[in-house]
């Protein structure tokens, strides 16, 4: 069980970006974000995967907090592939930097062998986010935070690693957590959804 | 109608690659043979000899003598010998300094980067020639005393260039990636930051080297590094500043040629290593 409880973000000396916020994704669960720009989507992303340490609160897994070392079982997939490769590796190396995946793997998201002696800059944005997908589909990850993964794709790279991801998640009784501000996705690939507007405004009305 | 007929002209074309990988074997041949000049030609031309005093260009000495009818060209060629090791070696010294502080600082951050930052700028208020004399005094001058002086004193510019460059890799997302995989800082710090940082170094080695030189000459000109009657590139330099104005341009002129296209060769020589190490251009 992933678990956010009463979590609080805010930069020093800034307005909070996230308050008091709740919820919990089973083992096996595809849970829907939704929400416009700036009401913290990528914020609660990187607090859940363990970028960023929460003001107030704490993430839990498995009824444990996020480890400090070691591999993390949260794992975050940005929005922007070529920021989240090292530009001086080749695509072999960015692959295997945790465990090299398995060849049915690469072959399900459709990583060619030709591949993996090229650098990040010779592929497309598309292709490279495949590979980034796959650096992470691993054992040791009980967890996966899609923030905006497909925003930048087209729609038959959309489809072909979203039918992958969730196909993974359904054997290996992956957490999913898919980001979006497109409601159309989120309603077709999710069990259940969280729209932050509503959560925000519940949050006010207690308030009041 | 001019044009076709030129085109049609062969002339053997090399592509980028070649070109930077033939430029680069040539810069490496020339100080080598720098380099190794000293021991190839001998000390022969070394020797006084009263009887040809001051002789402009000639077949036979082509960088002319000097008053005291020492040939320049032996002179010139033992001394650069002399100060592209010396250059070398204190500048590698200085630019391992500069990156390990620089890759440490940038990467364990905290009080660690504060007691760095505050090493580099206590170097930087002092004044650069008074640190070299007070250092170069201390462990007795000479060869060595010129070495350490200019190892220690020259590591700051390229140890605050490192550390800014190791930050901005340091929060960029495949490095924070790197630790959520469960990497170490160590083996981040050794497989993203410093092949990050190996151009920025080649760079900085670079820069580094004619400044060597350059206050290797200043201490030997004051007398507490190399003796006078060692043949450096510095000495030969502030010896020729009394000749100018009696018209023997050559003493000084030829030698400070080979000094500029020697620091020229290191140079291209560090500017093409960069192009074949980045993988953005080497591909070109």
């Known amino acids: 069980m992933l678990l956010a409880k ?9 307005d909070w970006i996230l308050q008091n916020f709740n919820m919990e994704i089973a083992p096996g669960e595809v849970v829907g974000l939704l929400g416009p720009s700036g009401f913290g989507k990528t914020t609660l992303s990187k607090l859940l995967a363990g970028y960023l340490s929460p003001t107030a609160g704490d993430v839990r897994v498995n ?20 920021l989240a490769v090292n530009p001086r590796w080749r695509i072999q190396q960015i692959l295997a930097e945790k465990q090299m995946p398995e060849p049915s793997l690469l ?40 923030d905006e993964m497909t925003a930048m794709l087209d729609a038959n790279t959309q489809a072909l690693i979203w039918h992958r991801v969730l196909d993974y998640a359904l054997v290996q009784n992956l957490g999913l957590l898919v980001i979006s501000h497109e409601a159309a996705l989120i309603q077709r690939l999710c069990n259940r959804v969280i729209d932050l507007v509503q959560v925000r405004a519940s949050e006010r009305w207690k308030g009041a | 109608m001019a044009a076709p007929v030129l085109s049609r002209r062969k002339s053997i074309r090399f592509n980028r690659r070649q070109i930077t990988l033939g430029s680069m074997a040539l810069c490496l041949v020339f100080l080598l043979l720098i380099g190794l000049s000293s021991w190839l030609i001998g000390e022969a031309g070394l020797d006084p000899v009263l009887t040809q005093r001051n002789q402009p260009p000639n077949w036979a000495h082509p960088f002319g003598t000097d ?41 364990l951050g905290g009080k660690v980067d504060a007691v760095i930052t505050w090493i580099i700028d206590v170097f930087f208020s002092l004044p ?35 550390r800014a460059e190791t930050l901005q890799v340091n929060s960029s997302n495949y490095v924070q990636l790197s630790h959520r995989l469960g990497r170490s800082p160590v083996w981040i710090a050794r497989h993203h930051m410093l092949p990050h940082v190996v151009p920025q170094l080649l760079v900085g080695l670079v820069l580094l080297f004619p400044h060597a030189i350059l206050h290797e000459a200043a201490l030997s000109f004051i ?21 100018l104005s009696t018209g023997y341009w050559w003493v000084g002129v030829l030698p400070g040629l080979l000094l500029l296209l020697a620091v020229k060769a290191f140079d291209i020589l560090g500017e093409n290593l960069r192009m074949l190490i980045d993988p953005k251009t080497s591909q070109e």
């Open chain 1, 6 to 14: 009463d979590l609080s973000f805010r930069y020093p000396r800034q």
């Open chain 1, 63 to 82: 009824h444990a907090p996020l480890p400090r070392s070691g591999y993390c079982p949260v794992q975050l997939i940005f929005q922007n592939p070529e």
């Open chain 1, 107 to 146: 072959e399900a998201l459709g990583i060619h062998s030709g591949w993996l002696n090229r650098y990040p800059h010779e592929l497309s944005g598309g292709e490279l986010q495949r590979v980034a997908v796959a650096r992470v589909l691993n054992p040791a990850t009980s967890y996966l935070i899609a």
């Open chain 2, 67 to 107: 008053w005291l009818g020492r040939d320049m060209l032996t002179r010139s060629l033992h001394g650069m010998s002399l100060s592209l090791r010396i250059g070398l070696l204190a500048a590698s010294f200085s630019a391992i300094i500069g990156t390990g502080l620089g890759l440490i600082s940038g990467t």
């Open chain 2, 128 to 162: 650069h020639l008074v640190l070299l004399i007070m250092i170069a005094f201390a462990v007795g001058g000479g060869t060595k005393g010129v070495v350490i002086a200019v190892a220690l004193t020259h590591w700051t510019s390229l140890a605050r260039v490192i």
């Open chain 2, 223 to 243: 007398g507490i590094g190399l003796s006078p009657h060692t043949p450096a590139i510095g000495i030969i330099l502030a010896e020729s500043m009394r000749n």
